[in-house]
């Protein structure tokens, strides 16, 4: 297939695009480079004679016409949002217009051109979204595709909103849609503003780690190599106007995540004290979620599809990579809002 990525050159969409020429498609890559893109996390496959970059806002509806009608894609796979919650709890925004008006000009975009093909039976448009939509849980229970929807954030609410446009857009004008909503990702190219990052590079800088309130909040962690499989999983085969929830099945506390990536630093760049002697709990963030956990059970049984890796196993490879690439976090260190905190506006 060509595949148009959006976002292709953050920490999710670059995963799907080395993913997606590792397995012969053809990719364009469709990203703004605003602060959290990288082409850098592209690097492995920009001069590749399948892969295409294109400098494209997705809120400039008549740039994304350009694309459709330059490249031709068979498939979309709309990645790109803003996507921190602190950043959404400082600047709202930016969220809305990216996340809400940017998706609508997709949607807009894609069913033009898919008109204008000849409305082609291979056509997908897959939107990707968080589970972050559904709210937050208590001590038990999981969310399912038929979870309500109750977002708590400027973020979760933007992404709720996108996810409601694309039903409309597939129950109305029946562009072909797929639609999934993943965990918390981490891994290799991870933006330094996230959490399993910042406790990594704090911990080797010998600073303060922060973690919210008590580091009782529980998230389904989900490791991204694993998530782009899924993800293209999703568009070969998933249902068209069906959802997936693609979960980690890697339930764990803040403050536990954080004392294992200690542990396994003690262990691979070992210093006088250990580093989880550095944590320091700090004020939580305004409306902050207790718990996400997914219910695999759909993408599981009707694709095939469950994760790969353990939490343990993707946080050694996670921190592995960032020691082993010094240069790649070193060089993002001096954007906007890195190593400060956000979100405290409120």
Request: with cysteine.
């Amino acid at each position: 297939m060509k595949i148009l990525v959006t976002g292709g050159a953050g920490f999710i969409g670059s995963a799907v695009v080395r993913l997606a020429i590792a397995r012969g498609h053809s990719v364009v890559n469709l990203d703004a480079l605003t602060y959290a893109a990288c082409l850098d996390n592209v690097a492995s496959v920009a001069d590749h004679a399948d892969y295409a970059f294109e400098q494209v806002d997705i809120r400039n509806r008549a740039a994304l016409d350009t694309v459709f009608q330059s490249h031709r894609p068979d498939t979309v796979m709309h990645l790109a949002a803003e996507s921190h919650v602190d950043r959404s709890i400082d600047g709202p925004g930016d969220f809305i217009e990216t996340n809400i008006t940017g998706t609508y000009n997709m949607l807009e975009a894609a069913r033009s051109y898919w008109l204008a093909e000849g409305k082609p039976d291979t056509f997908r448009f897959h939107h990707i979204s968080t589970d972050e939509v559904f709210g937050s849980l208590g001590e038990t229970g999981l969310f399912t595709e038929d979870t309500p929807y109750d977002p708590r954030s400027p973020y979760s609410a933007s992404k709720a909103s996108s996810d409601h446009l694309v039903r409309a857009w597939h129950e109305t004008y029946g562009l072909p849609v797929v639609m999934t909503n993943c965990s918390n990702n981490y891994g290799p190219f991870h933006f330094p503003e996230k959490l399993v990052p910042v406790v990594i590079l704090r911990a080797l800088a010998g600073e303060d780690i922060p973690v919210y309130g008590a580091g009782e909040n529980v998230r389904d962690w989900l490791y991204v190599e694993d998530h782009a499989e899924a993800l293209l999983t999703v568009l070969e085969k998933g249902a068209l106007g069906r959802s997936y929830n693609i979960g980690g099945e890697n339930e764990a506390r803040n403050i536990d995540l954080v004392q294992t990536i200690c542990h396994i630093l003690d262990t691979k760049r070992p210093k006088n004290t250990p580093y989880a002697a550095q944590i320091r709990f700090v004020t939580d963030r305004p409306g902050h979620d207790m718990r996400y956990a997914i219910d695999p059970t759909r993408i599981r049984t009707e694709l095939g599809w469950r994760p790969s890796v353990t939490l343990e196993q993707g946080l050694e490879r996670t921190v592995q990579w960032y020691l082993d690439n010094e240069s790649w976090w070193r060089a993002l260190q001096s954007r906007s809002g890195v190593g400060t905190r956000l979100g405290v506006k409120a």
